[in-house]
């Protein structure tokens, strides 16, 4: 009697075993149509708004220019989510530094729709790079400057 209990057991528990799972047995619940990238263009100049002095020194980001581009860049391809919005155009970035030469504050010209979502992400970037100007002197005295980039931002979308 244990042997044909023992026997049961054993030719039924390999029954299952046998089993392949083909690729069309297999469901996702997500399904992606087309998927969108954003891209920029960052090789606007850097301006400086005048400032109104005899003896003016504006303000210089450590390394220079083509090192904030680049630190703008690799922050703003970590940030930007490219599913909420599309944008195609130039865009001015331009940011406020105060008399110690950090961040003050920022605006992004023009406005588009589902602009809000663009400012947060640009504004995530900007936060994370933890922007430190030497600041702009009029006369030797640090003061408040404001600096303006460009970005031509381009949006493609692709079928899969």
């Not at 299952?16 to 263009?41: C, H, L, P, R, T």
């Not at 391809?77 to 490219?82: G, T, Y």
């Not at 919005?85 to 970035?93: H, K, P």
């Amino acid at each position: 009697m244990k042997n044909i209990v023992f026997f049961l057991i054993f030719a039924f528990s390999f029954s299952n075993a046998q089993y392949v799972i083909e690729d069309n047995d297999i469901s996702e619940n997500v399904k992606e149509f087309g998927k969108q990238s954003v891209s920029y263009d960052l090789n606007y100049p850097m301006e400086f708004y005048r400032l109104q002095c005899d003896n003016a020194v504006y303000a210089q980001f450590p390394g220079g220019e083509n090192a904030f581009k680049q630190k703008l860049f690799f922050y703003m391809k970590s940030d930007i989510e490219s599913s909420f919005y599309s944008v195609n155009g130039t865009f001015e970035l331009i940011i406020f530094l105060n008399k110690s030469g950090n961040m003050q504050s920022f605006m992004l010209n023009p406005e588009v729709q589902n602009s809000y979502l663009l400012k947060r992400d640009v504004e995530t970037a900007l936060r994370k790079m933890n922007l430190k100007f030497t600041p702009a002197t009029c006369n030797g005295t640090p003061i408040e400057s404001k600096i303006r980039q460009k970005i031509n931002f381009r949006t493609d979308n692709f079928d899969i």
